[in-house]
């Protein structure tokens, strides 16, 4: 291959991982846009704690089952629709929100969000990262679409507030907001039209054919227990992170930090370790560890250590900003292990061509905490006020690192045989 062949494949490669990496920083901001404005959402649309709340558990379960259908979808079309379409109709949905419809068409809404963005999506941009880069180089490209991912998430969130600001901080500045999500994400999917190219199963012509090749795809994903060693490997990373938000509400309840400063450190614990966990776990699992399995291994090692030991610290005479820094170190870990947790397909030698399937599974096995350790750690909280629900949210995420680090051997000790 020439110089300037070469160079012009590259091109391609990384302008395809751009509009990934774009997709994957706007898509859910109308889905998840209670993360931003849920005060508004109450304020705008008349909602209750309980409706929002419904609102997601509905949608989570279309979300759930959606990740199901994926696994048929994801090889059966390509992604060069797959990933417009989604994007495109998650704006179109955004837009029908910027009416601030009644209740009932705000499930449809977000049930439509949830099927876009997960069903259709997610699953899809999975297995188009992995395919884009080779083996060496899984931990770079995940670590990498982390990176990006937090970079947008945190420059468009703070334009949307930009927005709603100048616009009165009134009904007209909320609608302004979701507008603005919605025509960049449908911008953006017409941008992934063009710089994403078809699958290799687009080009069997006859339909029944392309539903014979997703549905043996689907089916050997299934019966690969591989495949769902990876997924529970995931489980367990998810699992850990679903608890790290909960550090916010600690510093504010235990040591009474200001809410500026609690929002600060929200925006940190959210986007910012995303940017930084991102590139560090992609270089560390590829360069020094050279397996995503071992390095997330180690991670689960050590967060459970440093979680055990966060427990036994003396809050209520301790510093706040040492407090600080010690939640924001811990919730960089597992941001690392994150970053990279779907990285281990390529060391357990998915085929590429079920790829989509394996991605889908992993994604709905791997996802499924979020539709229940909320509430978990919710009613732990709710049940033991202070520092003991603190202490005992904290153990439960040291408790699940701990079977992350029994998964992720099991993984590791897979991994070897088939180098073997």
């Not at 100048?166 to 025509?183: E, R, W």
């Amino acid at each position: 291959m020439t110089t300037k062949a070469s160079g012009k494949l590259m091109s391609k490669k990384w302008l395809s991982f751009a509009s990934l990496m774009l997709g994957a920083g706007t898509i859910y901001k109308l889905y998840f846009i209670d993360g931003a404005f849920y005060v508004q959402m109450q304020d705008f649309l008349g909602l209750s704690h309980t409706q929002i709340g419904i609102l997601y558990s509905v949608s989570g379960l279309i979300s759930t089952f959606g990740f199901l259908a994926a696994m048929f979808l994801t090889d059966r079309f390509s992604k060069k629709r797959m990933i417009p379409f989604a994007l495109i109709g998650n704006g179109l949905a955004g837009i029908a929100l910027a009416t601030l419809p009644s209740y009932s068409i705000l499930l449809a809404i977000f049930c439509g969000f949830a099927v876009f963005s997960d069903m259709l999506f997610w699953p899809t941009m999975l297995k188009t990262i992995r395919l884009l880069g080779n083996e060496k180089e899984q931990g770079r490209m995940f670590g990498f679409l982390e990176t990006g991912r937090g970079l947008i998430d945190t420059i468009v969130a703070f334009s949307a507030l930009g927005i709603f600001a100048a616009l009165g901080s009134s009904k007209l500045g909320f609608q302004g907001a979701i507008i603005f999500y919605s025509a960049l994400t449908i911008v953006i999917g017409v941008f992934a039209y063009f710089f994403l190219e078809d699958d290799e199963i687009s080009k069997v012509e006859k339909g029944s054919e392309k539903n014979k090749i997703a549905f043996k795809g689907m089916m050997s994903a299934i019966k690969d227990i591989n495949i769902w060693i990876v997924a529970f490997n995931v489980f367990s990373v998810y699992a850990v992170y679903s608890g790290i938000k909960y550090f916010v509400p600690f510093l504010k309840d235990i040591y009474a930090m200001p809410v500026t400063l609690v929002a600060a450190y929200g925006i940190i614990n959210s986007y910012v370790l995303k940017m930084v966990g991102g590139p560090i776990g992609g270089f560390i699992s590829d360069k020094v560890t050279k397996s995503a399995a071992k390095f997330i291994r180690i991670m689960f090692v050590i967060t459970a250590v440093a979680l055990g030991i966060y427990i036994m610290l003396p809050h209520e005479s301790m510093n706040v900003v040492l407090a600080m820094i010690i939640a924001l170190v811990i919730a960089s870990f597992v941001f690392c292990m994150r970053a990279v947790f779907f990285a281990p397909m390529d060391e357990i030698k998915v085929p590429r061509e079920i790829t989509g399937s394996a991605m889908a599974l992993g994604s709905f096995i791997g996802y499924l905490p979020g539709a229940f350790m909320g509430t978990i750690f919710g009613s732990m909280l709710d049940a033991n006020p202070g520092m003991p629900g603190y202490r005992l949210v904290f153990s439960t995420m040291a408790g699940l690192a701990i079977s992350g680090i029994v998964i992720s051997s099991i993984l590791v000790r897979v991994i070897k045989k088939k180098a073997a």
